[in-house]
């Protein structure tokens, strides 16, 4: 399976912490980008990365990629009670369009 | 205004029917999926188009039937609903590029 690992499963915070998750995949990748999915919502896409690159930021997000470890992590600044969501990791492979996304990690923002 | 709309939002139906869930996308995308989201929140990949052309069947059963009459819209049908079947669907359309992808509000299946 080209399915991906997160970890932490869950995560709980105290709103104003960092919070941090990771994601280990298999296979060489195009690029990987990270979702958000609201209890009962779609997934919404927060960040790409691609190979070539080993850090992004945007806004409070910053997401790293190490290709040689085949991980990546999101870390979310200054966290707030809205960030509480389900995070999803996706890797696009280098041939075809399709996503294969993580386990995901299930954040809690306490407030 | 919706980019990627599905309907229904929730479908409870009996074993052994038949059902489609429609998907389109107004965002000029030239590709569309399928994906499954079972109840441990796992989204796994079953079909990839891209302009009408399927790209990807990931080992779906062949009960699961993906339609494209335009690179709009993909339709997904499925015979002979089975318990196993219950899930949320989800469509979402990209472009061919891999950008992010855009994805619905997902189609809540309930089997009984």
């Known amino acids: 399976s080209q399915q991906g690992e997160e970890d932490p499963q869950a995560l709980s915070i105290q709103e104003g912490e960092n919070a941090t998750m990771n994601c280990s995949y298999k296979t060489s990748i195009n690029n990987l980008q990270w979702y958000r999915q609201n209890s009962g919502r779609g997934l919404v896409h927060l960040i790409l990365?691609?190979?070539?690159?080993r850090e992004k930021h945007s806004g409070r997000l910053r997401v790293t990629l190490d290709t040689s470890k085949k991980s990546s992590s999101l870390l979310i600044t200054a966290s707030r009670a809205a960030d509480t969501a389900s995070y999803f990791c996706?890797?696009?492979?280098?041939?075809?369009?399709?996503?294969?996304f993580g386990t995901g990690t299930s954040l809690t923002v306490i407030p | 205004d919706t980019a990627v709309s599905q309907t229904p939002k929730y479908l409870v139906t009996q074993m052994g029917n038949d059902k489609s869930i429609k998907c389109e996308q107004n965002l000029g995308h030239d590709t569309m999926y399928w994906y499954k989201q079972d109840s441990k929140k796992f989204l796994k990949i079953m079909f990839s188009y891209n302009n009408k052309e399927l790209i990807i069947n990931e080992t779906v059963p062949n009960r699961f039937s993906p339609k494209s009459p335009d690179k709009a819209h993909l339709n997904l049908h499925i015979n002979s609903l089975e318990l196993g079947d219950s899930a949320v669907y989800f469509c979402?359309?990209?472009?061919?590029?891999?950008?992010?992808?855009?994805f619905g509000q997902g189609t809540r299946l309930t089997v009984v």
């Open positions: 990365i691609r190979s070539n690159e």
């Open positions: 979402a359309s990209s472009q061919v590029n891999g950008a992010g992808a855009f």
């Open positions: 996706a890797t696009k492979a280098n041939t075809g369009n399709q996503f294969y």
